[in-house]
Nanobody, 111 residues
C-alpha cells in the first residue's frame, strides 16, 4: 500500500513563493503519474498539475507559467514550486497517485 505525505505548506505574501513536497512510501514498483490538486475554502477540489512517468507535465490554466511540478524518482518525491502566488491560490494542496491521496498541506496567501 502506497502512502503519500505532503509538506511545505505555510504562509506567503502575494507575489511570494512556496515549494511543496509529496513523498511516497510503501509498495512502489515503478514511477507513476502523480498530480497536485487543491481545495479552497467552500470550493470543490480542483486539479492543479500532473507529472507523468516520462516527466512530461501538464498544468491547469490558472497556474500555468507560475507553478512547476517536478519529481525525484530516487526519493519517490514530487514537488510543486509555486511562484508569483496570488490570494486565490490559498487552499489545501493534495498530491495523488493512482487514486491514493495524501492528507494535504495548507497554503495561505495573504498580506
Amino acid at each position: 500500500q502506497v502512502q503519500l505525505m505532503e509538506s511545505g505548506g505555510g504562509w506567503a505574501q502575494p507575489g511570494g513563493s512556496l515549494r511543496l513536497s509529496c513523498a511516497a512510501s510503501g509498495s512502489i514498483v515503478s514511477p507513476n503519474s502523480m498530480g497536485w490538486y487543491r481545495q479552497a475554502p467552500g470550493k470543490q477540489r480542483e486539479w492543479v498539475a500532473t507529472i507523468n512517468a516520462d516527466r512530461s507535465t501538464i498544468y491547469a490554466n490558472s497556474v500555468k507559467g507560475r507553478f512547476t511540478i517536478s519529481r525525484d524518482n530516487a526519493k519517490n518525491t514530487v514537488y510543486l514550486q509555486m511562484n508569483s502566488l496570488k490570494r486565490e491560490d490559498t487552499a489545501v494542496y493534495y498530491c495523488m497517485r493512482a487514486g491514493i491521496w495524501g492528507q494535504g498541506t495548507l497554503v495561505t496567501v495573504s498580506s
